[in-house]
């Protein structure tokens, strides 16, 4: 981490970059945080924790109020996918971003539970392989349909409609949202139009999830979301060979106004 | 350019969930869950999660209104507390103690909703008096 | 010996406006006889008919969803059936995860001069769904569909 801090320093003495968004660690706590020259000093908390947020989706708040600037930012391995995601939906146009990446550490894969713990390319930290446990998902995928259904639909019943896992989701920024539309979604129920509800997030997050596991995180009912959308990025893959967080240059088949797909009956 | 998270406690219900508010240029503009707060987990309710949205909304009070011929008009603090005084007297007088009940809430500290529990019994004399988080 | 199947299933279908509702028309002006269990809705293109109409219609009580529009190529708005033909196969994939059968939904090209396929297409279908049974979604969800329509009226 000093070698991280000593460069973003440099880069901002320099006026490389206007900005540098990290992780700080202050009085056991973790959280987002923007160095400038005005506040240099607080680069020394400067930390790549157990803890996460989508500083993917901070950066894209601070593009907007702050267009033509340079903005450094730390990414880790989810980071630069919801980066890329983010990029390909023109939510971060307006600035220049200067990625610094930092690889996780295998405690840190582990507690994430994260296929890819490492940026595309590595500044800092030694690259940990990558954790897959999807026991649920095999477990789900083996039952009957009905049993299936009895699962999900029980799941979706301790949903509260706090719309956390929408605003956590570092790839989530439309400003009109589908899950408010009051003919999808009535208003005042919880909980909220089942299985609508998730299905629609679902059916966003195909081609849009990076598997960062924020929304399973946050969850106050521990719905096991992840592993809906883990299911629906395999299925755009193998219909597909689509990755969302690969490639800035890749386009999704959903939107993409162009051949594929094929009957099916 | 100025951004920050700033740690708090949601003012709403006895929970108590950690959460930081985002500040962008001075402005409150949104709210993050403390990923590892012991009491929370990293989970934030809808009332959490849009905790940021009353701090800069113009429809905020900024001055006491008063009711004057059927119109909210401005109104000195001297006057409004007066105005509230003397009509929880007159009901309490005319209609008896049991005529009024009162509502506390959790935006208020411990100490001031202990306040209005005195005031409630000892000064209105009356037991009607609860919070908007039993509710 | 098993019990006659006296269950009528309801099926929402889609039907774009330029090839299938017009394929439609001509099944009915034929005076061709089909399955009565499709209630249709005209949309422009089957482009337009979105994951949330598909799960919309499950979730107030249909068993089936069918989903028709032009043939590839031969889409009014040149390109909108090509975004149906991949966006039914990922529905389907959610539908099947999340519990309830991809066969309850289906898509097919029925052009303006197919009125007899659009006759087939529709009973073949209402045969399966007829099979298959009532939606399961119906007997969980649907009263909940009921009261959350109210709500929002």
Redesign the interface.
Known sequence: MEELKKKAKQALDEGKIDGFLGLKLEGGEVSPFFVTKDNLAELEKLTAPDGRYSLGKILTRIAVKNPGKNIGVMVRGCDERAIIELVKASQLGTVKVEQYGVACNAKTAEKCNCPQPFPSHIDFGEKAPGVEHIELLTRLEGLTPEARLDYWLGQFSKCIKCYGCRNICPVCYCKECTLEDKNLVPGGIVPPATPVFHFIKAMHMADRCIDCGLCEETCPSNIPLRTIYRHMRKAMHDLFEYVPGRAAEDKSPLGALEEGGRLVH | ?????V?TVCPYCGCGCGM?L?V??GKV??T?????HPISE?????K??NAHEPVHSPKRLTKPLVKKDGKLTEASWDEAIGKVASELTRVRDQYGPNSVAVLTSAKCTNEENYLMMKLTRAVIGTNNIDHCARL | MSAENTFEPTIIGFLCNWCSYAGADLAGGSRKHYAANVLPIRVMCSGTVSPHHIVKAFQMGADGVLVTGCHIGECHYLKGNYMTAKRIPVVKELLSFIGISPERLMLDWVSASEGEKFARVVTDFSSKIKALGPSPLKERVHGRAKEESKASA
């Not at chain 2, 350019?1 to 998270?5: A, F, R, V």
Request: proline share 4%.
């Open positions: 350019m100025d951004y920050k998270t740690l930081y985002e962008m240029d503009t949104g993050l869950p403390s990923m590892n990293g989970s934030l309710c809808i959490g999660w």
